[in-house]
């Protein structure tokens, strides 16, 4: 078989590694992929959101597979596409992709099905929306409707905060269209646990828990960031709630989408909060988190090739999808003043020596060849990986394969994985 991947990121590096395990897959292509992933798969200098150059690639080259890492081509409706041009994908078609792409969206199904969530109202005018947050309790939470690369929630603890944050979204239009609506909700407390899952239409099947750390400094603090890095499994994520989560959140929402003809094929990522009322929705994305994919797919003892077309061909039913008895823990290593300005270019060192080493996975995320050298590329330059038989000794292990990388400014969390919840 030969597969296309879209997208460059940690996320996409992970799905590679773990498709290359499968007999099956002969050759992987990446679209546009970046300079680790180039040593795994060919890359092609084609960017994510280019539907139509994608598919001429895709129908060139023959291709058999193609996977959809990332939300921004899914929400565009890349899967549609692909197959009106008889072009098997993984992922979800735009109709369905729209969990991720609207908020607002997202939050009426919830209601509609009774799916345990935040209480919410939908504003789409300034006016109306600050007469809310006027007569409303603090702290709340404001959500930009649209994708806004993850930084569209802001939370608000007061009158002022809130109705700045809201002229930001709105009026000045900070993230675009995206703020055309916005859902302002009830803030919830309790701790957060990411569960992804596949999906074929009609079967959600679990995979392991994972918790990432947003924060860009230990103890989380400073500024949100696409992640700093992920643990598996959630300490908190007991068997009594998985039960619940299934029977409450999961199946209720891929046969909520079913019935309103908007059939689930792909990764529906359930971001969770663990509330004293019991697991609510936080937000739902259409499509594999990153980094929890780098410490997710270590831990599959099965072939992610069979998953992805079981998912496409209906056939979720017949695997019986199996897990290895042990933990991952991936640290990030980011630019210097991510996720503000930051410096590219800098050599990368200590690779060579990581890659011996048994039990770490090095991801790239944001690299690029110099002369011949990994340099820094991004914001997230690698995720390291560590695996080991419980939490402790993934932490270690991924702590260990950081010791021996080293570029100028580099800057990554020392906590990963031992907040207590
Ligand atoms: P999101 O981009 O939707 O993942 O939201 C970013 C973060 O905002 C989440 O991981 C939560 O920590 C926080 N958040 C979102 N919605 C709520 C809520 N209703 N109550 C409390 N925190 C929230
Ligand atoms: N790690 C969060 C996300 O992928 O959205």
């Not at 997208?7 to 590694?17: D, V």
């Not at 947003?214 to 992640?227: E, Q, S, V, Y």
């Not at 697991?279 to 069979?306: C, M, S, W």
């Not at 997230?380 to 950081?402: F, H, P, Q, S």
Request: proline share 3%; aromatic share 10%.
């Amino acid at each position: 078989m030969k597969v296309l991947v879209v997208g460059g990121g940690g996320r996409e590096h992970a799905i590679i590694l773990k498709l290359k395990e499968s007999p099956r897959v002969d050759k992987i292509y990446c679209a546009p992929g970046n300079a680790g992933i180039s040593e795994d798969a060919e890359c092609v200098n084609i960017k994510a959101t280019d539907i139509d150059a994608l598919m001429k690639f895709a129908k060139d080259e023959k291709i058999d597979f193609t996977v959809v890492g990332m939300d921004d081509p899914l929400v565009m409706g890349i899967v549609d596409k692909f197959e009106e041009n008889g072009l098997k994908i993984f992922g979800p078609r735009k109709n369905a992709a729209i969990i991720e792409g609207s908020k607002a969206f997202s939050k009426e199904l919830m209601k509609k099905y009774n799916i345990p969530t935040a209480s919410y109202e939908t504003f789409d005018n300034y006016n109306d929306a600050y007469l809310y947050i006027k007569e409303s309790k603090f702290p709340i939470v404001i959500k930009a409707d649209g994708l806004a690369l993850g930084k569209g929630v802001l939370i608000c603890g007061s009158l002022e905060d809130a109705e700045k944050g809201l002229k930001q979204i709105m009026v000045d239009k900070k993230f675009g269209e995206s703020g055309d609506k916005v859902v302002i909700e009830e803030f919830l407390t309790g701790p957060e646990v990411s569960v992804l899952s596949f999906c074929d239409g009609t079967t959600v099947v679990p995979m392991v828990s994972a918790q990432d750390h947003k924060r860009a400094f230990d103890g989380d603090r400073g500024l949100n960031t696409g992640g700093m890095g992920t643990f598996s499994p959630s300490r908190i994520y007991t068997k009594e709630i998985s039960d619940i989560c299934m029977e409450k959140i999961f199946k209720p929402t891929v046969s909520a989408l079913k019935k309103e003809g908007r059939e689930f094929k792909g990764i529906i990522y359930f971001g969770l909060m663990i509330t004293k009322d019991g697991p609510k929705v936080i937000e739902y994305n259409a499509r594999f988190g990153d980094p929890e994919t780098q410490v997710i797919l270590p831990r599959l003892d099965f072939d992610l090739f069979d998953i992805f077309e079981a998912c496409v061909d209906g056939k979720l039913d017949k695997l019986d999808i199996k897990w290895k008895d042990n933990a991952a823990a991936c640290v990030i290593l980011a630019s210097g003043g991510y996720p503000e300005s930051y410096e590219k270019g800098f050599t990368i060192n200590g690779l060579d020596k990581c890659a011996k080493m048994d039990n770490i996975y090095i991801y790239h995320a944001g690299t690029a060849f110099k002369d011949c050298k990994f340099v820094t590329n991004g914001g997230r330059v690698l995720g390291v990986t560590g695996v080991g038989k419980n939490l402790d000794e993934a932490i270690k292990m991924a702590y260990k394969g950081v010791e021996f990388i080293n570029f100028k400014n580099a800057h990554f969390r020392r906590d990963i994985g031992i907040k207590k919840v």
